[in-house]
């Protein structure tokens, strides 16, 4: 059954791929788009992706060796000297051909359960390594989502020091007709100018992060990051978000199902378990059944064909030299040097370590959900705030300036309101975009984040 789920979810992936190389020759790349592209090219998922092909054909491999083991064996050969003639029970000094061919069989019976633990072993290593392919995936998701909206929130603190420049230039104009009419002081202007350069400053310092955050985003894709490409945010509904009622507990319970860490965890403890009971077998006697079937045949080189004595390679491969032979074999360890009790013990001390680890996970696991429950409560109210802040920012902001242009407040006013006023801009693209990104931390923490719930 796995194995089916497993190859339905290969080919969906690779039909993905497919899909993520075309949209490289687009001038634009969503969300999901990026996502695809950064699992297709991602170095450790696909490193991840060859060891799970490796722990798969080690598992189909301890699953073949419970049955019997076949082998034909055979050689052809001439040699000079010494040699027994088999057909004429004698030893003769001559140039002798022969050939030989065999078949052989052998059949584990009971090996202390040495290979059925083993078979055990391969197949959680399988799931287990299959549980590290999935983790990896969320991994490199997480690591986009960040990257990518990290890239949002530079555009969109680009776009705010932007019009702050235009705002600015505008009300430099204001100040400089007032200073012509005499209703201004020129020191009005001159403050107004060093705001004008620093907000220019502003948008040089978010063009320069908004550059290194691109270049790295394209460089975790390993895509080109010399080709224009326009990065479109994604459609999240924010306030769907927050509306989201999340209990701790619930989600406690979601992420010890869900976790594919914790899964490997778990599955890497019995791996090793099995191990130890395999190498523990060691100690019992083993019996094997055993088979042969073969001929030969062998021929002094200028033989007498008209002997009676002579037997052609018909009459002795198929009749004279036939050989048939089975039994069973019996292995009695008694005194190894202490080779078993060693390798026992390093079986031991690796599951009672792995069991350790399992035991640390589910803590590690509880920290991460707890934190990212926190987290989202936080960033709910922090968002929730900026909202209000931005608006009584902006009506201040715009209530100060009427007033600035009427002459009943000073220069000071008006900047100290349009600074707050800027800061509450900030404040709220990024309490929107780490919203966003909490929600993808509490699905990652839970272990549920999959590609076909972006947006």
Same mark, same amino acid.
């Given at each position: 059954?796995?194995?089916r789920?497993?190859?339905?979810?290969?080919?969906?992936?690779?039909?993905?791929c497919?899909?993520?190389q075309?949209?490289?020759?687009?001038?634009?790349l969503?969300?999901?788009?990026?996502?695809?592209?950064a699992?297709r090219?991602?170095v450790?998922?696909?490193t991840?992706?060859?060891?799970l092909?490796?722990?798969?054909?080690?598992k189909?491999?301890?699953?073949?060796q419970?049955?019997?083991?076949?082998?034909?064996?055979?050689?052809?050969?001439?040699?000079?000297?010494n040699?027994?003639?088999q057909?004429e029970g004698k030893?003769?000094?001559?140039?002798?051909?022969?050939?030989q061919?065999?078949?052989?069989?052998n059949?584990?019976i009971?090996?202390?359960?040495?290979?059925l633990?083993?078979?055990?072993?391969?197949?959680?290593?399988?799931?287990a390594?299959?549980?590290?392919?999935?983790?990896?995936?969320q991994?490199?998701?997480?690591?986009?989502?960040?990257?990518?909206?990290?890239?949002?929130?530079?555009?969109?603190?680009?776009?705010?020091?932007?019009?702050?420049v235009?705002?600015?230039?505008?009300?430099?104009?204001?100040?400089k007709?007032?200073?012509?009419?005499?209703?201004?002081?020129?020191?009005?202007?001159?403050?107004?100018?060093?705001?004008?350069?620093g907000?220019e400053l502003?948008?040089?310092?978010?063009?320069?992060?908004?550059?290194?955050?691109?270049?790295t985003?394209?460089?975790?894709?390993?895509?080109?990051p010399?080709?224009?490409t326009?990065?479109?945010?994604?459609?999240?509904?924010?306030?769907?978000?927050?509306?989201?009622?999340?209990?701790?507990?619930q989600l406690?319970?979601? /992420? @010890?199902?869900h976790?594919?860490d &914790?899964k #490997?965890?778990?599955?890497?403890e019995?791996a090793?378990k $099995?191990?130890?009971? *395999?190498n523990k077998?060691?100690y019992?006697?083993?019996?094997?059944?055993?088979?042969?079937n073969g001929?030969?045949?062998n021929?002094?080189?200028?033989?007498?064909?008209?002997?009676?004595?002579?037997?052609?390679?018909?009459?002795?491969?198929k009749?004279?030299?036939?050989?048939?032979?089975?039994?069973?074999?019996?292995?009695?360890?008694?005194?190894?040097?202490?080779?078993?009790?060693?390798?026992?013990?390093?079986?031991?001390?690796?599951?009672?370590?792995?069991?350790?680890?399992t035991?640390?996970?589910?803590?590690?696991?509880?920290?991460?959900v707890?934190?990212?429950?926190?987290?989202?409560?936080?960033?709910?109210?922090?968002?929730?705030?900026?909202?209000?802040?931005l608006? /009584? @920012?902006?009506?201040a902001?715009? &209530?100060e #300036?009427?007033?600035?242009n009427?002459?009943?407040?000073? $220069?000071?006013?008006? *900047?100290?309101?349009n600074?707050?006023?800027?800061?509450?801009q900030?404040d709220?693209?990024?309490?929107?975009?780490?919203?966003?990104?909490q929600k993808?931390?509490?699905?990652?923490?839970?272990?549920?984040?999959?590609?076909?719930?972006?947006?």
């Amino acid at each position: 059954m796995k194995s089916r789920v497993l190859n339905f979810f290969l080919l969906s992936f690779f039909t993905t791929c497919a899909f993520a190389q075309d949209t490289l020759s687009t001038s634009t790349l969503t969300f999901k788009e990026a996502v695809q592209i950064a699992l297709r090219n991602n170095v450790t998922l696909n490193t991840q992706r060859n060891n799970l092909f490796q722990t798969k054909v080690n598992k189909t491999f301890r699953i073949a060796q419970l049955g019997p083991q076949a082998a034909i064996n055979g050689n052809v050969y001439q040699s000079n000297g010494n040699r027994f003639i088999q057909q004429e029970g004698k030893v003769v000094n001559a140039t002798v051909s022969g050939a030989q061919l065999q078949l052989n069989v052998n059949q584990p019976i009971f090996n202390g359960l040495t290979t059925l633990n083993t078979m055990r072993q391969a197949s959680n290593q399988f799931d287990a390594q299959l549980e590290q392919v999935n983790r990896s995936m969320q991994d490199v998701i997480s690591l986009v989502c960040t990257q990518y909206l990290n890239v949002l929130l530079d555009k969109e603190l680009l776009r705010i020091a932007q019009e702050n420049v235009a705002v600015q230039q505008k009300q430099l104009e204001l100040v400089k007709a007032h200073v012509e009419v005499g209703s201004r002081s020129p020191v009005d202007q001159y403050n107004q100018q060093a705001l004008v350069n620093g907000a220019e400053l502003r948008v040089a310092q978010a063009e320069f992060t908004l550059a290194n955050d691109r270049i790295t985003l394209f460089q975790s894709l390993l895509v080109d990051p010399t080709v224009k490409t326009t990065i479109e945010e994604p459609q999240w509904d924010v306030n769907a978000i927050a509306l989201d009622n999340l209990e701790l507990n619930q989600l406690l319970e979601v /992420a @010890s199902e869900h976790r594919s860490d &914790l899964k #490997q965890a778990k599955y890497t403890e019995k791996a090793s378990k $099995f191990g130890m009971n *395999a190498n523990k077998g060691n100690y019992f006697p083993s019996l094997n059944a055993f088979y042969s079937n073969g001929s030969a045949y062998n021929q002094i080189k200028g033989a007498d064909k008209t002997d009676p004595a002579y037997r052609n390679f018909r009459d002795q491969f198929k009749v004279d030299n036939r050989s048939n032979s089975f039994g069973l074999s019996l292995n009695i360890p008694i005194f190894t040097g202490f080779q078993n009790r060693a390798i026992y013990a390093q079986s031991k001390v690796l599951y009672e370590n792995n069991k350790l680890l399992t035991k640390n996970r589910e803590v590690l696991i509880k920290g991460d959900v707890l934190r990212a429950f926190e987290n989202f409560q936080s960033v709910k109210k922090i968002y929730a705030a900026t909202v209000s802040g931005l608006e /009584a @920012s902006q009506i201040a902001y715009n &209530l100060e #300036q009427e007033r600035f242009n009427l002459g009943i407040t000073s $220069f000071v006013d008006l *900047a100290n309101a349009n600074r707050t006023y800027i800061q509450a801009q900030t404040d709220m693209a990024q309490a929107k975009y780490r919203f966003l990104f909490q929600k993808v931390l509490m699905d990652y923490a839970t272990g549920t984040l999959k590609i076909e719930d972006l947006p």
